[in-house]
């Protein structure tokens, strides 16, 4: 069980490169020690402590490490949203976004392109919403294949927006995976759904989940891990 700290009318925040950013701080019954990373779009900082430490010991704790965090802030990618002449990222690709009113509103996939028309006002929420669709039709089909695999009935799949996870499994009527996945290679994509159907056999990370997924995932598990630690922020860049 996690309990936050955060209120909307107190939060702590603290400055990172001249910027003012709240922290976030819980507190988690199996941690050990304190824990920091920064939000993936570098919105808030975040802290876990064992339930026996103080408040104050979170502050102290993120203020001392206050260079690592503007290292890691400056490592976030800009917000760039779409248009017209830009790219977008699909499947590990970027994609030539062609606006011309003459297209549809709905956007169109056409080999390394894609065709949209209507308002440019509204391009990036018509180009995150067909991104979304895309997400839920692949991540659908993934699920479907592991779940076969695994012998198990193929349970509801869920977009999450979250910020913190790229997926989750709590409990066996329910997947959740990040949308923003459709942005990465298929291989780092394929690996959440085959790590959430794991646990579906397996409701932790003990050597019985990790043999499950080895067998189930038919790529190389410590290279998706590694794309995701190393380049997973780069999928908030379009949309945050």
Same mark, same amino acid.
């Given at each position: 069980?996690?309990?936050?700290?955060?209120?909307?009318?107190?939060?702590?925040?603290?400055?990172?490169?001249?910027?003012?950013?709240?922290?976030?701080?819980?507190?988690?019954?199996?941690?050990?020690?304190?824990?920091?990373?920064?939000?993936?779009?570098?919105?808030?900082?975040?802290?876990?402590?064992?339930?026996?430490?103080?408040?104050?010991?979170?502050?102290? !704790?993120?203020?001392?490490?206050?260079?690592?965090?503007?290292?890691?802030?400056?490592?976030?990618?800009?917000?760039?949203?779409?248009?017209?002449?830009?790219?977008?990222?699909?499947?590990?690709?970027?994609?030539?976004?062609?606006?011309?009113?003459?297209?549809?509103?709905?956007?169109?996939?056409?080999?390394? +392109?894609?065709?949209?028309?209507?308002?440019?006002?509204?391009?990036?929420?018509?180009?995150?919403?067909?991104?979304?669709?895309?997400?839920?039709?692949?991540?659908?089909?993934?699920?479907?294949?592991?779940?076969?695999?695994?012998?198990?009935?193929?349970?509801?799949?869920?977009?999450?927006?979250?910020?913190?996870?790229?997926?989750?499994?709590?409990?066996?009527?329910?997947?959740?995976?990040?949308?923003?996945?459709?942005?990465?290679?298929?291989?780092?994509?394929?690996?959440?759904?085959?790590?959430?159907?794991?646990?579906?056999?397996? !409701?932790?990370? +003990?050597?019985?989940?990790?043999?499950?997924?080895?067998?189930?995932?038919?790529?190389?598990?410590?290279?998706?891990?590694?794309?995701?630690?190393?380049?997973?922020?780069?999928?908030?860049?379009?949309?945050?």
């Amino acid at each position: 069980m996690i309990d936050w700290l955060r209120g909307p009318a107190e939060d702590p925040v603290i400055e990172v490169g001249g910027r003012a950013l709240p922290l976030a701080i819980r507190r988690h019954a199996r941690a050990k020690r304190l824990t920091m990373r920064l939000a993936p779009d570098g919105s808030e900082v975040r802290v876990t402590l064992p339930r026996w430490c103080r408040t104050a010991d979170a502050l102290v !704790f993120a203020h001392a490490r206050s260079d690592w965090l503007e290292r890691q802030l400056a490592a976030v990618p800009r917000s760039e949203p779409p248009a017209p002449g830009g790219t977008l990222r699909y499947r590990g690709t970027e994609l030539a976004i062609v606006w011309d009113t003459g297209h549809r509103r709905a956007p169109r996939l056409d080999g390394a +392109s894609l065709l949209v028309g209507g308002l440019q006002q509204s391009l990036a929420v018509r180009l995150r919403r067909w991104l979304e669709k895309e997400a839920e039709r692949l991540c659908a089909e993934d699920l479907a294949f592991y779940c076969a695999r695994a012998g198990r009935s193929t349970p509801q799949i869920r977009l999450s927006r979250a910020q913190r996870r790229w997926g989750s499994c709590s409990d066996r009527a329910t997947i959740r995976i990040n949308w923003r996945l459709v942005q990465a290679p298929d291989h780092v994509r394929r690996s959440v759904v085959a790590h959430e159907v794991a646990h579906l056999a397996h !409701f932790d990370h +003990s050597p019985a989940f990790h043999a499950e997924l080895a067998r189930l995932y038919e790529g190389d598990i410590k290279a998706a891990d590694r794309w995701l630690k190393e380049r997973g922020r780069e999928l908030y860049a379009a949309f945050g």
